[in-house]
C-alpha cells in the first residue's frame, strides 16, 4: 500500500473513519440510571452495539465510515482507477446527517421515563458527529482537488502538457 498517493482528503477521511470504528465499542455512547443513582449490577453507560433501537441510526453512521476506510485502502493500494471525488463526499454527508439525527432522537426508552430508569446521551454521540463532519470535510478537500506529492507538500504548477 502507497498512503504518498493518497491525496490529503482522503486521509482526513480515512483517519476519521478508523476513529469511528475505534470510539464505536467504548461505552460512553449514552447512559441509564435510575432516579440518577447507579445502581449495583446495573451498567449505567453503554457503546454503540449495545445501543438498542437507539443506535440504529449512529450505526448506519459507523457503517459509512467503514465504507470510507474500505475506499481510501482501496485508492492506496492503486488496484482499481481513481475513486469518484463525490464519493467521499457523499458518504460524509450522509454519516453526518444520520450521527446528527442520532443526537437529535438520543437514547429513550418507548414511552419516555420508565419507572425511575432515565437514558442520556453520552460525550461520544457528539464526538461521533464531529467525525463524521471530519469525513464530509475529508471529502470536500478530495473534491477540491488538493493533490500531494509528498504529505502535504502541494504542487507548485500543474503538469506539462
Given amino acids: 500500500m502507497d498512503f504518498k498517493r493518497l491525496t490529503r482528503g482522503e486521509l482526513v477521511a480515512g483517519s476519521a473513519g478508523i476513529v469511528v470504528i475505534v470510539i464505536s465499542v467504548i461505552p460512553e455512547w449514552g447512559s441509564a440510571s435510575l432516579d440518577g443513582f447507579r445502581i449495583n449490577g446495573f451498567e449505567s453507560s453503554f457503546s454503540l452495539w449495545e445501543a438498542g433501537l437507539f443506535g440504529i441510526l449512529p450505526k448506519l453512521a459507523a457503517f ?96 506539462p502538457m
Fill in 64 to 159: 459509512l465510515g467503514v465504507a470510507a476506510v474500505v475506499l481510501v485502502l482501496i485508492q492506496a493500494t492503486g488496484a482499481t482507477p481513481s475513486v469518484p471525488s463525490v464519493t467521499y463526499l457523499a458518504l460524509g454527508l450522509a454519516a453526518t446527517l444520520l450521527m446528527l439525527m442520532g443526537v437529535a432522537v438520543g437514547p429513550s426508552l418507548q414511552g419516555g421515563r420508565l419507572g425511575g430508569i432515565e437514558m442520556t446521551r453520552g460525550p461520544l454521540l457528539y464526538a461521533g458527529a464531529v467525525l463524521c463532519a471530519l469525513i464530509l470535510l475529508g471529502g470536500w478537500l478530495h473534491l477540491r482537488g488538493e493533490d500531494t506529492d509528498d504529505f502535504g507538500k502541494r504542487s507548485a504548477a500543474p503538469p
